[in-house]
């Protein structure tokens, strides 16, 4: 499969093994047989530094290797996958931001799916063969809780769950930029972008999405920026990351959607802190919650507690 992508401005000066990395969702370490082989051009020609730099405008052309779509995962052990509740219908986990959730390209062995199967077999045969037991996903920069299906029923029952839109979750997220609006809900549809495919972007060709979002935070200094919780009414693909970037305050840290700032953080701050469902055992409500990570708390720090404006309440 060739893949050929435009550097926009947000990837101005970035190393050509990161934005490989970007553009085809593998590590830094995965992509890097892609550049041994050659398999990867810069407008047009084999580049020619160990380091190579990319510029505005600069064409990236990426010979990437197919992969067996139905490849039954195997486990590992090396994987750790943080689990902070299981029974015998499901497993809650706290995903860790770098951890990718289930196999694919660049990611055979290393995904929450394998770790999981070494230490819950069972999942093997829940769901669909290349993602066994997963019914929901977070990016793989993104944190927080996920929950997994242990039996087909539970699978069966979370998945119309989602598609009834009775299972809540909510973020807390950093953003670039100020808003004016402390709450409110962006009602766009959301596609794959016509200009880039590792992109989506709201497009009346998408499908239905809705974001609910409240202002907790509004800070001025050393930048403008803005602490979001947002709740998923649909669950369409980098949703979160789509809505707040077409509202003008793309999340920290997001190098697909974002834009350059004065801080340096390693990912896109977004945590998913607070899942609901109907348990599929016995029906009754079950609530889980996730406290900001090490890495969010100390961008929030760098804020430090200089009378930031809360816009809780307000409006």
């Known amino acids: 499969m060739i893949i050929t992508e435009d550097i926009p401005q947000a990837l101005d000066g970035e190393r050509l093994d990161r934005v490989v990395a970007l ?3 593998w590590s830094r370490s995965a992509v890097q047989p892609l550049l041994a082989d050659g398999l990867v051009l810069v407008n047009g020609s084999l580049p020619r530094e160990r380091v ?3 510029s505005i405008g600069d064409v990236v052309t990426i010979d990437l290797p197919e992969i067996e779509a139905e490849a039954r995962p195997t486990p590992s ?3 750790s996958v943080p689990v902070v509740h299981e029974d015998d219908q499901i497993i809650v986990v ?9 196999p694919g390209a660049g990611h055979t062995d290393d995904t929450l799916v394998n770790g999981l199967l070494a230490t819950h077999p069972e999942i093997g045969d829940v769901g ?7 019914v929901h996903r977070l990016d793989r920069d993104t944190s927080g809780l996920l929950v997994v299906a242990r039996t087909q029923d539970a699978y069966e029952h979370l998945v119309a769950a989602l598609a009834a839109r009775t299972v809540s979750r909510v973020y807390e997220v950093l953003c670039l930029g100020a808003t004016d609006s402390p709450r409110g809900v962006v009602d766009a ?13 709201v497009s009346n060709e998408g499908r239905p999405a809705r974001t609910h ?23 369409r693909t ?5 809505h707040l970037a077409a509202i003008g305050t793309p999340v920290l840290g997001d190098d697909l959607y974002g834009r350059p700032s004065a801080l340096n953080v390693e990912r896109q701050q977004l945590h998913a802190a607070r899942l609901e469902f109907d348990h599929p055992g016995d029906g009754q409500p079950a609530s889980f919650s996730s406290q900001l990570p090490d890495d969010m708390t100390s961008t929030l720090s760098m804020f430090g507690e200089n009378d930031p404006e809360s816009l809780i309440g307000a409006g």
């Open 94 to 102: 706290n995903k860790p931001a770098g951890l990718v959730v289930h």
């Open 23 to 25: 553009i085809t969702g």
């Open 52 to 54: 190579t730099r990319l």
């Open 238 to 242: 980098h949703q979160i990351r789509v």
């Open 128 to 134: 669909e063969v290349a993602r066994p037991g997963i």
């Open 189 to 201: 549809p959301i596609g794959r972008s016509r200009r880039s495919r590792v992109r989506m972007a």
């Open 77 to 79: 052990a090396d994987v």
């Open 213 to 235: 979002y409240e202002a907790r935070r509004l800070y001025h200094e050393p930048i403008e920026a803005t602490w979001y919780r947002c709740q998923l009414e649909t669950g």
